[in-house]
């Protein structure tokens, strides 16, 4: 999911913004760098004439640029939580990978966090050489990732974006991210997931 930072032990909900969120009817958006999906599909196009492209659309092109084979759900209902984007998935809640934004000294800061941990902002903190890290502002979520709060990815974002990676996500084989609004989803493996981010390696809870 994604959004704001979360706030660490006592401030960071574990299951908060950043599980990228959604619902429940399931739609495919391509295998391996890419077949589009059919009728309903996941990822709407941009391009043609008068059509804007969505922030679901620029995260589907960075998979597909990336070669990642992933399947994309888009759900008719959000879902607000790690905890209930596992149950409509059928996943074990820590293998949501919450893509959570945070204020690290000024400068955004990426917490790619498990749905089962709180992020320990402390930690994170000394990980990243900050003075401080809080959660960010919704202003700077959406400058940051042109994403909403609530269903940040982890990629697709204007610019690469420093990032840490929960190294307890490893523990699963398949992870789900949000896919750029509070009704997508994609799914790929926690190597991937490090590759498309490049992401650091931590313990964050």
Same mark, same amino acid.
């Given at each position: 999911?994604?959004?704001?930072?979360?706030?660490?032990?006592?401030? *960071?909900?574990?299951?908060?913004?950043?599980?990228?969120?959604? +619902?429940?009817? $399931? $739609?495919?958006? +391509?295998?391996?760098?890419?077949?589009?999906?059919?009728? +309903?599909? *996941?990822?709407?196009?941009?391009?043609?004439?008068?059509?804007?492209?969505?922030?679901?659309?620029?995260?589907?092109?960075? /998979?597909?640029?990336?070669?990642?084979?992933? $399947?994309?759900?888009?759900?008719?209902?959000?879902?607000?939580?790690?905890?209930?984007?596992?149950?409509?998935?059928?996943?074990?809640?820590?293998?949501?990978?919450?893509?959570?934004?945070?204020?690290?000294?000024?400068?955004?800061?990426?917490?790619?966090?498990?749905?089962?941990?709180? %992020?320990?902002?402390?930690?994170? *903190?000394?990980?990243?050489?900050?003075?401080?890290?809080?959660?960010?502002?919704?202003?700077?979520?959406?400058?940051?990732?042109?994403? $909403?709060?609530?269903?940040?990815?982890?990629?697709?974002?204007?610019?690469?974006?420093?990032? %840490?990676?929960?190294?307890? /996500?490893?523990?699963?084989?398949? /992870?789900?991210?949000?896919?750029?609004?509070?009704?997508?989803?994609?799914?790929?493996?926690?190597?991937?997931?490090?590759?498309?981010?490049? +992401?650091?390696?931590?313990?964050?809870?």
């Amino acid at each position: 999911m994604s959004g704001q930072g979360r706030k660490p032990r006592s401030e *960071a909900a574990a299951d908060g913004e950043g599980a990228s969120q959604r +619902g429940t009817s $399931e $739609e495919r958006a +391509g295998r391996a760098g890419g077949r589009d999906a059919g009728a +309903g599909s *996941a990822a709407p196009r941009g391009g043609g004439p008068g059509s804007t492209t969505t922030a679901v659309d620029r995260v589907v092109a960075a /998979l597909r640029a990336a070669g990642v084979d992933t $399947e994309v759900r888009r759900f008719a209902e959000p879902v607000p939580t790690a905890a209930a984007a596992a149950v409509a998935l059928g996943c074990d809640v820590g293998a949501i990978a919450n893509s959570l934004v945070f204020d690290a000294d000024g400068a955004p800061l990426l917490v790619l966090a498990s749905g089962a941990h709180r %992020v320990d902002t402390g930690k994170v *903190a000394e990980l990243v050489g900050a003075r401080r890290v809080r959660p960010a502002s919704s202003a700077l979520v959406t400058a940051a990732t042109g994403q $909403e709060v609530g269903g940040v990815a982890p990629v697709g974002h204007p610019a690469p974006l420093r990032t %840490v990676v929960d190294v307890d /996500l490893a523990r699963h084989p398949l /992870l789900w991210a949000g896919g750029g609004n509070h009704h997508t989803m994609f799914c790929l493996s926690y190597a991937d997931l490090l590759r498309l981010t490049g +992401g650091d390696e931590a313990a964050v809870a």
